[in-house]
């Protein structure tokens, strides 16, 4: 069973740092790599896909990358604003199936 | 383009009573899947369809059943609910020959009392 953690739990950052995000998983089979934001009480918005065939994705301030052979993914946010305040959630498919889930990191952005 | 569509938001049962949720996938979407999250976890499987049919379980008793639609749409339906079974229940879906992003409903926030 694919086993995701998330490091660290919480985070808290004055607006205009760089910050980085961690998520760890068990089985290097993993097919894709997805991260999400989750606002209090709501879904899960897609930010970045890895696809099995890469090793980083970009989308304005964010940035991914993962690592199949030490089972490791970052995610990257540039120049942090209180508005990207929010629950991080990363997971991951063996192909085909069902996704797995880390508990997240909740930032908070301070202005 | 309309995205992920669950209904309803909020609702609130009592033990032992029946409940059903459901979900419209993403045009274009044919794969539809269900999670459980409860407060201050992630989102845990249930179950996937894929053409009408059940493709995978997670680790959820049969109290929990489910059912695709031609048009891809998709019921969670669970019975003899407890109090455990209070959380946020996430409808995703994507399409099954492409990238495989998931993408999520704003999901049906489900109080057992």
């Not at chain 1, 899960?44 to 964010?62: K, P």
């Not at chain 2, 019975?79 to 209070?86: C, E, F, K, V």
Request: hydrophobic share 30%; glycine share 10%.
């Amino acid at each position: 069973k694919q086993e995701v953690t998330q490091i660290p739990a919480a985070l808290s950052v004055p607006e205009g740092e760089n910050l980085v995000l961690n998520c760890s998983f068990t089985d290097s089979a993993i097919y894709n790599l997805q991260w999400f934001r989750q606002d209090p009480g709501k879904g899960l918005t897609s930010l970045l896909l890895i696809q099995s065939s890469q090793r980083e994705q970009t989308s304005g301030r964010l940035n991914a990358s993962l690592d199949k052979s030490s089972g490791r993914s970052t995610l990257y946010i540039a120049a942090s604003q209180p508005g990207d305040s929010a629950t991080y959630l990363c997971a991951g498919p063996r192909a085909g199936n069902q996704f797995y889930f880390g508990t997240g990191t909740s930032l908070t952005v301070i202005p | 383009d309309a995205g992920v569509t669950q209904s309803p938001t909020h609702l609130i049962k009592t033990r032992g009573q029946q409940v059903t949720l459901r979900c419209s996938p993403k045009s274009g979407h044919d794969t539809v899947s269900w999670y459980q999250q409860a407060l201050g976890q992630g989102p845990q499987f249930i179950f996937q369809y894929y053409e009408e049919e059940e493709r995978q379980r997670g680790n959820f008793p049969d109290r929990f059943s489910g059912h695709q639609f031609p048009n891809y749409s998709s019921e969670l339906n669970v019975n003899a609910l407890l109090l455990g079974d209070s959380a946020l229940y996430l409808c995703a879906s994507r399409r099954t020959r492409a990238t495989g992003e998931l993408f999520f409903g704003e999901g049906s926030r489900l109080t057992v009392l």
